[in-house]
């Protein structure tokens, strides 16, 4: 059994780590979050966060007329939800995620209507300025290291103008203890401690590493890498919801947020509305 703590790693036992961990957990992640996800049907859906938020309703990468012929780059995919909707709706997506397990899901549900890229998302293999909008729900930015590196990258890569919109789970749950039951309502940590979560191996190497940034640290990173803040979201629990997913419940949503969702844009360009 994996020994768990609280320290310092760097983006290279991160990227070994979370490669490891989720070519492990692919299939069973899969099996359990799949069909919530949208890999119950041919093309997919697109949802932020365990509290159900689908961008079809949202629209915060733009309109249908927005991203239609858009060249759009999801980070974290996984199984290509996300990537196979947007190419319904008239978009050019491109789905990158670090793990092969994870990736061999898209391939066998997105066939080849979705280009797929395995790569580490603080070293994205794409030229300067080459993609319109990039998104990510729940994909690489809590696991990576360094966060502000991928932020970087992501301006790097989009061109003037264009959308950079994640989720991520809400800082503030960093205090809590990961429990979707009473026992989830308890602060055991400080809020401002850094400090990765890390399950170590027998080996004494990193498992799983997940980071904590506070929301400031969320939008400093944001800004130093060139953005501008259009938005930030938490959604509430939606009633009728009863759907347990990890630390996410009906008890805890209906009390403090589990989901924020940036919504970034590089100055410069076409202005979206």
Same mark, same amino acid.
């Given at each position: 059994?994996?020994?768990?703590?609280?320290?310092?790693?760097?983006?290279?036992?991160?990227?070994?780590?979370?490669?490891?961990?989720?070519?492990?957990?692919?299939?069973?992640?899969?099996?359990?979050?799949?069909?919530? /996800?949208?890999?119950?049907? !041919?093309?997919?859906?697109?949802?932020?966060?365990?509290?159900?938020?689908?961008?079809?309703?949202?629209?915060?990468?733009?309109?249908?007329?927005?991203?239609?012929?858009?060249?759009?780059?999801?980070?974290?995919?996984?199984?290509?939800?996300?990537?196979?909707?947007?190419?319904?709706?008239?978009?050019?997506?491109?789905?990158?995620?670090?793990?092969? &397990?994870?990736?061999?899901?898209?391939?066998?549900?997105?066939?080849?209507?979705?280009?797929?890229?395995?790569? !580490?998302?603080?070293?994205?293999?794409?030229? !300067?300025?080459?993609?319109?909008?990039?998104?990510?729900?729940?994909?690489?930015?809590?696991?990576?290291?360094?966060?502000?590196? /991928?932020?970087?990258?992501?301006?790097?890569?989009?061109?003037?103008?264009?959308?950079?919109? *994640?989720?991520?789970?809400?800082?503030?749950?960093?205090?809590?203890? !990961?429990?979707?039951?009473?026992?989830?309502?308890?602060?055991?940590?400080?809020?401002?401690?850094?400090?990765?979560?890390?399950?170590?191996?027998?080996?004494?190497?990193?498992?799983?590493?997940?980071?904590?940034?506070?929301?400031?640290?969320?939008?400093?990173?944001?800004?130093?890498?060139?953005?501008?803040?259009?938005?930030?979201?938490?959604?509430?629990?939606?009633?009728?919801?009863?759907?347990?997913?990890?630390?996410?419940?009906?008890?805890? &949503?209906?009390?403090?947020? &589990?989901?924020?969702? *940036?919504?970034?844009?590089?100055?410069?360009?076409?202005?979206?509305?």
């Amino acid at each position: 059994m994996a020994e768990v703590g609280y320290g310092e790693v760097d983006q290279s036992e991160a990227v070994l780590a979370s490669r490891r961990w989720w070519d492990a957990e692919a299939d069973a992640y899969q099996d359990e979050h799949g069909e919530f /996800l949208g890999g119950g049907t !041919d093309i997919g859906d697109f949802v932020w966060c365990p509290e159900g938020l689908r961008e079809a309703d949202a629209r915060l990468l733009g309109s249908r007329e927005d991203i239609a012929g858009r060249r759009i780059l999801e980070i974290g995919a996984g199984a290509a939800q996300c990537s196979r909707w947007l190419a319904a709706e008239g978009a050019r997506p491109v789905a990158l995620d670090l793990s092969a &397990g994870q990736l061999r899901h898209a391939r066998a549900a997105a066939g080849r209507t979705v280009p797929l890229v395995q790569a !580490d998302a603080t070293v994205l293999s794409l030229r !300067d300025a080459a993609v319109d909008i990039v998104c990510s729900a729940f994909g690489a930015v809590p696991f990576v290291a360094d966060s502000g590196a /991928l932020h970087a990258e992501v301006a790097r890569v989009l061109r003037p103008g264009g959308r950079w919109v *994640f989720s991520v789970n809400h800082p503030m749950r960093w205090c809590f203890r !990961d429990d979707p039951g009473p026992e989830g309502l308890v602060v055991e940590r400080s809020y401002f401690d850094r400090s990765a979560y890390l399950e170590i191996g027998g080996s004494g190497a990193p498992t799983y590493v997940e980071s904590h940034r506070t929301m400031g640290d969320r939008i400093r990173e944001l800004r130093s890498a060139g953005f501008e803040v259009l938005d930030v979201l938490e959604p509430e629990w939606p009633e009728g919801l009863t759907r347990e997913w990890g630390q996410w419940s009906p008890l805890r &949503g209906r009390l403090f947020p &589990g989901t924020v969702i *940036f919504v970034a844009r590089l100055p410069g360009g076409r202005r979206q509305q």
